[in-house]
């Protein structure tokens, strides 16, 4: 039996390259492949695996001083959900604001998926944020009436939206596992912003918790090979294929080398040409002739 597990911590690291080679040891010798990400303001990794192997490295995790007490988020999926492991050092654990100073240990307050689902029935009003990338967004989402999915490429871009934000009125945001908008949130409270809250656990525990019975609408984009996560039999597509707007949630990579967007496309239009434009098929067909 295997599975995936989603993670991260913010935590002052003050040798992240001895780390990464621990944990480049630590994940070869448990047979894990991965993403993991060390820099001085943490941890951050997704992890496919043996269930036995993923719990003796939560284990190891939880006997280091800087990383015990991390919550783990466990999801269907297998080691070769992975192409390889991946252990690098980063400047920044979540890049947003390379250029800028600011206190990425004083993020704001976390609601935990109860917490969040009450202030939405509260608070139906309030604006929501949503701190992933639009092809994300374009697969699920929050169902609340001021929800702002950007159209951004970048987690760094989102920094143009908050400028079209009042900093005077309450702020939900939200990720897949939290570390975007937890990260996003100190930065916002470092601009300004009088009251934001993040979604503690990210979209992944909402939906442990609630399924598809609360405010969450379609599925949930993941960046491995299985693309996107449902959270019951009964998830919907909410996305819809470029070419005929089907509902889908199939991603698929525009065959144009010089394009490669991750785009989406219905299984029957798959079959016919995997190009997001008429632009793009124009080019493949003219490098197949």
């Known amino acids: 039996m295997q599975k995936v597990i989603l993670y991260y ?3 002052p690291v003050s040798d992240p390259t001895t780390v990464m080679f621990w944990q480049r040891q630590l994940c070869q010798r448990l047979n894990l492949k991965g993403r993991i990400i060390v820099a001085e303001q943490g941890i951050n990794g997704t992890l496919g695996g043996a269930i ?3 719990k003796a490295y939560r284990k190891e995790m939880n006997q280091h001083p800087l990383f015990n007490g991390i919550e783990y988020k466990w999801s269907d999926g297998e080691r070769d959900d992975f192409p390889r492991l991946s252990v690098k050092v980063r400047p920044e654990l979540v890049t947003l604001a390379p250029d800028e100073s600011f206190d990425v240990f004083n993020s704001t307050k976390g609601l935990r998926p109860k917490e969040w689902h009450r202030y939405l029935e509260e608070n139906p009003d309030t604006i929501v944020l949503d701190a992933r990338n639009d092809y994300e967004s374009d697969i699920g989402y929050f169902k609340t009436k001021n929800i702002i999915r950007p159209k951004i490429s970048t987690f760094k871009q989102i920094k ?3 400028k079209n934000l009042p ?3 309450p702020i939900l945001t939200y990720c897949t596992g939290d570390i975007r908008c937890e990260y996003l949130s100190a930065y916002m409270k470092h601009k300004g912003f009088d009251e934001v809250y993040h979604l503690d656990g990210g979209i992944v525990k909402y939906g442990e918790t609630y399924k598809d019975e609360g405010y969450w609408e379609g599925k949930c984009f993941v960046f491995d090979r299985r693309l ?3 959270f019951s039999d ?3 597509d909410v996305g819809q294929c470029v070419h005929c707007q089907k509902n889908t949630s199939n991603h698929v990579n525009c065959n144009n080398p010089t394009c ?7 299984e029957d239009c798959a079959s016919i040409q995997v190009a997001c434009s008429s632009s793009c098929a124009k080019q493949i067909n003219t490098a197949i002739a």
Do not use: G
């Open 167 to 169: 900093k005077d009125k």
């Open 9 to 11: 911590k913010f935590v």
């Open 52 to 54: 036995e192997d993923l």
């Open 260 to 266: 490669n967007s991750l785009i989406l496309l219905c």
């Open 228 to 230: 996107n996560l449902a």
């Open 160 to 162: 143009q939206e908050l």
């Open 234 to 236: 009964e998830s919907p």
